[in-house]
């Protein structure tokens, strides 16, 4: 048996592959025998030839796991004895790490049952042998031990470590790396009590790293490199003693020129981490810190490698900078933006092309996580842009274009106001030779053009739209996409001024939805998007658009049933929601084709998949290098998760609202089976799911509420089909503060409430939901909401504040939604009791000074909010309100003071009483707000305020002379309009009353501003009719005083107001 076994084994290594199939026939007719594994054995021994010797070593670490529970006990004794002598006799490296792989294997099974007792012995004695093959073999056992049963290896970590420093300082590099192999899986057992051991083998680490930089050792220098990213990620405070020293050395590794690309990237992933994880550790080292980003804009500096492969490695140039992008976010800007800054400076103003590229770059990646000091330095930077978009080096021009699309996107809304200056010099880019310049000023025209707005783009559609269709015609795909991309942005911010250019651009938008190459997949996404947008935009009454409806319609069903793609998909079911939102009830054909492509893509699997698993085939045994292992990165666990399908599951769950709010009627049959998929989504793994599914489960009650409306009148009974819906959707939507842990999920949850709320009316929604409602409410105000809880209070880890803030204000402002949905929902006199007892004290506290500004203008807005709804039943908190109002009026945040000024005068009108105390000191605080560089939203609510003002307090109270020419001076309103109501209300009333004779001296300049506001179009018809009618009695009652006053009007206005009183 043994010549014919070893036979099979030579004939496994043939190259005859129908002499190795019938060896792989005769293995598997042996392998079922437990036999087996002591006559491998034997040839692990003797066979002659070491190719054989190390096939017969890997085919015994598969089946040492199936057979040794069968084996007898004197077998496995020997087994275990032949092991360890062959590994320590073992001639041929590669068949030493083959033994290795069946000590290993062997060790899982027999040491947790104090059934090996001489292994651990053994590994010491490899590990401190002079030999480097015997050490190196001994360092990989204890790796691979770590693995699988580390438990058991607790008592012997600190001799193990003893041995990893021997090794690490050992001069052989296989020896080194075997000690490097086993540092990773030992951390998880290493404790407080080993940290001054682990010390001293970061301590053998470094000389190690010198000698591997001398030497050009680029392979042990990842290694390491990687090693010490999974130290510092170890809870235990492990890198603290020398991270000064371990961060010099990796970035010596990053700058130095003559390694590989990916070895010098590979060496900036430590200070990824510590930006991300552990930036207070960072900064402390402050010349560290200097030295660092001035060494990363040095290798910005540098050209693309002759050889460079785009889709394989990162050049040096865009490491540094993707490391200065992640500093610039994770870290205080004082430690990053100096040092760019006077870099980018200098190299803009060099000869040296790639200098001034460099300079561009770091700009551009300065402006996420330093938009608040590159937004200071504007009027410098953005001229330093534009001047290099016309640089004679292409790569220049490109970087330049770059760095203009990441200011749009960051410095917003600074940068808009630059629109003159930054308009013509995109229109110059796109007409570049080089394709690359072209997509990149595509994506600056995108991100610009999507901030301004109709009145800003409006001058430049002519050429816009040309210079595109010109990209359209001739570009590559990559350039296309992003002309369309634009495109999109372009006809979100014109609107209906977008009009005059459909009929160009809509065939060329249907000839890439219908393109069916796959380089122009992207293309055809952008197309679809595109058109979505102008249809929703114009409105599908628009004569261009109309016709075109159900041709895209079809164009772009047929390209969804024959491309597999989740990004077209998910562009799909968006483009079909905009359709609806513009077709409304005419959309109800095309609900049989849509409403189950939407259910599909909600109902698909994730495509998860556990990456780096050990395969059935191998029965759990360990691998640790041998020639056969194809994992290179040596074995664990990843979860993947194809976002491209969340993306598509968050896209058709919002489609599913957008139909049941155009076709409501139409759209009911299908009602059952979405509420049963949007609660599936509702509970979805990712946060944008949920938030479509919360906004979509809303949309669907209301379309059953519209489609089988009440009866008229107080409380509102709902029919029974909206009963069943709203009973099953309130639920969902009230329970998820207390159980769902995303800010975004919550405000969507909180915001879709408040909207039922609303709509479905007065008494229309039960106790209970509303109680329900009302804790929502009152939790999210507290900041006890469970997606509100600090999961982590490790003080360095980091947060990117910007986004913590957007969602907390978020949330904070859907939950201020819901006050005034609660009281019209219960209505103002139920409500005042629990806005009293739940509400008012968190929304004091929201308004504290200790409390961020942004949270503090969106409480002042809700108390607005509630003080309009509940009027003079919120007496009680007047006080306190309006002493916070007071103090808000003083702030330097613009939408601070204009939501202050609004809801101190709304506080005034609703208890002229509680207020009177404060009414001087309010006027005195408002008339700041009066100034010409105010902001114009801020001035007209202060204005509003003013009238309401005037309007509660007593005859005698104001000082009518000085008061009135500061708000007459401030009329007609340029922003907020809605507030001339107010204003005009209270000079209407003073000239009816008996002050007329008070203010005499003011009717003229009165009369000249009633006849402003009566061509007003956007006032308030409220408004205007008031001022005619006011009007219309001062000539009655005074004529020959006020005829001619109203004879100097322009015939416009003499004209306005007749209409509106005969109206």
């Known amino acids: 048996m043994a010549a014919d076994f070893e036979a099979i084994l030579t004939a496994l ?58 084996l007898p006990a004197e077998v496995k004794s020997g087994a275990q004895q032949v092991l360890l002598e062959r590994i320590a006799h073992e001639p041929v490296h590669s068949v030493r790490r083959a033994l290795a792989d069946v000590v290993a294997a062997t060790a899982r099974l027999t040491v947790p049952e104090g059934q090996w007792p001489g292994l651990m012995d053994f590994l010491h004695q490899c590990s401190r042998a002079d030999s480097a093959d015997h050490r190196e073999v001994g360092l990989l056992l204890f790796a691979a031990l770590f693995e699988t049963i580390g438990d058991h290896l607790q008592p012997h970590v600190p001799a193990i470590l003893q041995a990893l420093a021997a090794g690490a300082g050992h001069p052989s590099a296989a020896v080194q790396a075997a000690a490097l192999s086993a540092v990773e899986p030992l951390l998880p057992f290493i404790t407080d009590a080993h940290v ?90 402050k010349p560290l810190m200097r030295a660092i980003v001035d060494a990363l804009c040095e290798m910005l500096c540098e050209p693309k490698p002759a ?116 308009m013509p010099a995109v229109f110059r880019l796109l007409r570049d030779p080089d394709q690359e310049v072209q997509e990149r000023a595509c994506y600056a025209l995108d991100a610009f053009c999507e901030s301004l707005d109709a009145a800003e783009i409006l001058p430049y559609m002519p050429q816009l739209i040309s210079e595109l269709l010109q990209v359209l015609q001739m570009g590559r795909p990559g350039v296309q996409e992003m002309a369309l991309s634009a495109v999109s942005s372009i006809a979100a911010a014109a609107e209906q001024a977008f009009q005059p250019y459909t009929a160009q651009m809509l065939p060329v938008l249907q000839h890439f939805m219908q393109h069916p190459g796959k380089e122009h997949l992207l293309c055809r996404c952008r197309a679809i998007e595109a058109a979505g947008i102008i249809v929703s935009s114009l409105g599908a009454k628009d004569p261009v658009i109309g016709p075109h409806i159900a041709p895209m319609m079809e164009a772009v069903l047929a390209g969804y049933a024959a491309a597999d793609s989740s990004e077209l998909r998910e562009y799909s079911h968006t483009m079909f929601g905009n359709v609806a939102r513009a077709l409304g009830e005419d959309f109800a054909p095309y609900l049989g084709h849509v409403v189950g492509l939407a259910y599909a893509s909600c109902r698909q699997e994730d495509g998860a998949e556990l990456v780096g698993d050990v395969s059935s085939e191998s029965d759990g045994d360990e691998d640790l290098g041998s020639d056969e292992s194809s994992d290179d990165e040596g074995g664990g666990r990843n979860f993947n998760v194809r976002t491209g399908v969340m993306d598509e599951k968050a896209s058709a769950t919002a489609a599913l609202g957008w139909y049941a709010e155009a076709c409501p009627r139409a759209f009911m ?120 809880e600090v999961e982590d ?35 103002p006199d139920a409500y005042a009791a629990v806005f009293l007892s739940l509400h008012a004290e968190p929304l004091l506290a929201r308004l504290r000074p200790q409390q961020p500004a942004a949270l503090r203008a969106i409480a002042a807005g809700a108390a607005a909010e509630v003080a309009e709804s509940l009027g003079p039943r919120i007496a009680a908190v007047v006080e306190p309100l309006m002493t916070l109002m007071l103090r808000e009026l003083q702030t330097e945040d613009d939408i601070n003071r204009q939501n202050a000024a609004f809801c101190a005068g709304l506080l005034v009108e609703a208890s002229p009483e509680k207020a009177a105390q404060q009414v001087m000191p309010l006027l005195a605080a408002l008339h700041n707000m009066f100034r010409p560089e105010e902001a114009a939203g801020a001035r007209d609510n202060a204005v509003g305020a003013v009238g309401r003002i005037l309007s509660s307090s007593p005859p005698g109270a104001l000082p009518l002379g000085q008061v009135l020419p500061v708000l007459l001076g401030a009329l007609p309103l340029k922003e907020d309009l809605s507030e001339t109501t107010p204003a005009v209300a209270a000079l209407c009333k003073l000239l009816l009353s008996d002050q007329l004779s008070e203010i005499q001296q003011f009717v003229p300049q009165i009369v000249q501003v009633f006849g402003q506001v009566a061509v007003q179009i956007a006032a308030p018809t409220e408004a205007k009719v008031g001022v005619a009618q006011t009007l219309m009695n001062m000539q009655a009652k005074y004529h020959g005083q006020m005829a001619p006053l109203l004879a100097q009007l322009p015939q416009e206005q003499q004209a306005a107001l007749q209409m509106l009183v005969s109206s």
């Not at 199939?21 to 002591?38: F, I, L, T």
């Not at 049963?676 to 919360?694: D, G, I, K, N, P």
């Not at 003080?795 to 019209?824: H, N, Q, R, T, W």
Request: charged share 20%.
């Open 669 to 788: 049959p299908y009602a059952e089976e979405c509420l049963q998929v949007l609660t599936t989504m509702s509970e979805y793994w990712h946060e944008e799911a949920r938030a479509a599914a919360f906004d979509s489960l809303q949309k669907l009650a209301l379309a059953a509420h519209s489609a089988f409306p009440p009866a008229g009148g107080e409380p509102v009974v709902l029919s029974q089909q909206t009963q069943v819906l709203s009973e099953q959707v309130l639920p969902l939507l009230i329970s998820c503060v207390e159980e769902d842990c995303s800010k975004p999920a919550v405000a969507a949850a909180a915001a879709a409430l408040a909207q039922l709320l609303k709509q479905l009316g007065r008494g229309a929604v039960g106790p209970t939901f509303l109680e329900g409602a009302s804790n929502m409410a009152q939790l999210v105000l507290q900041n006890k909401a469970v997606c509100q």
């Open 196 to 285: 001054p051991a682990f010390h001293s083998l970061l301590g053998a680490l470094l000389p190690c790293a010198h000698a591997a930089l001398a030497a050009g050792n680029e392979e042990l220098l990842v290694q390491l490199c990687q090693v010490l990213v999974e130290v510092a990620e170890c809870p235990a405070p492990l890198l603290q003693p020398c991270l000064q020293q371990v961060l010099e050395m990796c970035m010596t590794v990053a700058t130095n020129k003559q390694f590989e690309s990916d070895t010098r990237e590979r060496a900036l992933h430590l200070l990824h981490w510590m930006a991300k994880y552990k930036p207070k550790q960072l900064t402390r080292l």
């Open 307 to 422: 050889d460079y492969d785009d889709a394989q490695e990162l050049p040096p140039q865009k490491a540094a900078a993707q490391a200065l992008d992640v500093l610039a976010i994770a870290v205080a800007s004082q430690h990053v933006f100096p040092a760019v800054w006077q870099f980018a400076q200098a190299a803009a103003a060099s000869p040296d092309p790639n200098r001034r590229h460099a300079a561009m770059l770091g700009l551009a990646v300065m402006a996420e996580g330093c938009a608040e000091p590159l937004r200071k330095r504007l009027q410098t930077a953005l001229p330093l842009v534009l001047s290099l978009l016309s640089d004679g080096s292409s790569e220049v021009r490109g970087a330049a274009a770059f760095a203009l699309g990441q200011f749009s996107e960051y410095l917003v809304p600074d940068v808009m106001q630059h629109y003159k200056d930054v």
């Open 13 to 70: 290594l043939s190259t005859d592959n129908q002499v190795r199939k019938q060896a792989e026939e005769a293995v598997q007719n042996v392998a079922s025998r437990p036999e087996v594994v002591a006559e491998t054995l034997q040839h692990v021994q003797h066979a002659a030839n070491p190719e054989v010797r190390q096939l017969a070593a890997v085919l015994l670490r598969k089946w040492v796991p199936r057979h040794w529970a069968k």
């Open 793 to 827: 209070d490790d003080e360095d880890d980091a947060v990117d504040d910007e986004d913590v803030a957007a969602e907390d204000e978020e949330l904070l402002g859907a939950a201020a939604d819901l006050l005034p949905a609660l009281a019209a929902s219960m209505g």
